[in-house]
């Protein structure tokens, strides 16, 4: 069985100061052990870091230009 990846850029609706917190926590809502969402952000959302992890979420968190973050969250699975 293949994991679900679910990717969300975030950057243009923050970019036109739209909040992008309810579309975050939907994307994330249908995910399972080892799923992963990567978010795309203009800035390091850190704020979100403890907020997924309360829902069992590990993340890595790059900085890929000036404006641009993408992190990746995987969801923490059972024990193997």
């Known amino acids: 069985m293949k994991n679900k990846v679910v990717e969300l850029d ?17 994307a994330v809502s249908g995910l399972d052990a080892e799923d992963v969402f990567i978010l795309h952000a203009p800035f390091k959302p850190i704020p979100l870091f ?3 992890k309360a829902k069992g979420f590990e993340y890595k968190a790059e900085e890929i230009d000036k404006k641009h973050w993408k992190v990746i969250f995987t969801k923490s699975g059972e024990s193997k």
């Not at 975030?10 to 939907?26: A, G, H, T, Y």
Request: no cysteine; aromatic share 4%; glycine share 4%.
């Open 50 to 52: 403890g907020v997924l």
């Open 10 to 26: 975030v950057r243009e609706d923050i970019k036109n100061k739209l909040e992008p917190f309810q579309k975050i926590m939907s």
